[in-house]
């Protein structure tokens, strides 16, 4: 069901694409990020309000250290803790096609990797993998000189899959005469998203952006369980081209995502903390290196709340 639903949003972005051809490229114009003389640098990780035409392709990978606790007498006691290193790898492509002045449409996949690099983590933390397509359409609500506002409509389809080799154990002993005890575990939540995205220019040298989004859909935790998730952030812009004629540019910026993993437990925060510095000599593509520091929920990890790790990619922009 998931498949046909995904083939009936690619048809009906197909005539959207095709109008973008007509109305927008054969002008000859090129679309760019673009208020009160300031461009804003793009960030793979914090998606703007601009309808632009561009191809975004990024790859990158992090490292976490966290401590793994130890535990004896059935887990009432805690002997220790050893440091246990996890592995990041990722990879983006995002496709964006201005279809109208007031609209665009796009199309993403991203795919991200967790793994144990140690064998404390290997045995506590495990591996996952993460794929994810997501399709939007992004309308223009308000624009002048100096701002611009847009709301966007969202449908994102995941693969995740886990392996959890302590959990494995566990379920083992726990049920010995279980046919169902698996090493590896697999989701494909679906959910939708809302949102909106906002941009404004102080000056050629400065400019903000700020987005706030909401979705529903599959738990990727819950079984058979909807949830409601919201997520919102900001995200500062410097480019010193025109005031300094340095072609650098520079992002920084917060975003957090809260929502609850598990029946009667508080909200989990993902929260992330964004630098990029970028080469804005030309204005049809930009290249540049984002640096995240990211603390999120860890729900396999008994008594281990939070994962943190650093990321670093290679982002190259080029605008149509």
Known sequence: MKTKAILVFLIFLLPLFLA??????????????????????????????????????????????????????????LLGRLEGENTYVTADVHVQ?????????????????????????ILAHGVTAVTGFEFGWMLRLWHNKKSQLSGTITINNATVSAVNLSNFIKDIIDN????????????????????????????????????INASYGESLIKNNKNVWKFN???????NFIHS???PVGLNLGYTIQ???????????????????VAYT?????????????VRTAAPLIEEENTIEYLSTAFVMVYYF
Request: aromatic letters at 14%.
């Open 232 to 238: 919102t952030g900001i995200l500062g812009s410097f």
């Open 258 to 276: 809260k929502f609850s993993l598990f029946e009667g437990q508080q909200e989990d925060n993902i929260q992330s903390f964004m630098f990029k």
């Open 97 to 121: 096609v201005e279809a109208k002045e007031w609209l665009a449409v796009w199309f993403r996949y991203q795919a991200n990797a967790r793994i144990g690099s140690s064998t404390p983590t």
């Open 244 to 246: 300094h004629d340095v």
């Open 20 to 77: 973008a051809q007509t109305d927008s490229l054969s002008t000859g114009e090129r679309s760019l990020p673009v208020l009160n003389n300031h461009y804003f640098t793009p960030n793979s990780n914090f998606l703007s309000p601009f309808m632009t035409t561009f191809f975004k392709t990024g790859i990158g990978g992090g490292v976490s250290l966290n401590s793994i606790p130890i535990y004896v007498m059935d887990g009432e006691v």
């Open 281 to 293: 000599g030309r204005e049809e593509y930009n290249i540049g290196l984002e640096f995240m520091h």
């Open 176 to 211: 010995p005469d279980s046919i169902n005890t698996s090493l590896s575990r697999k989701k494909n939540p679906l959910d939708g998203v809302a949102g909106v995205r906002y941009a404004y220019s102080f000056s050629d040298m400065i400019g903000i952006q700020a987005f």
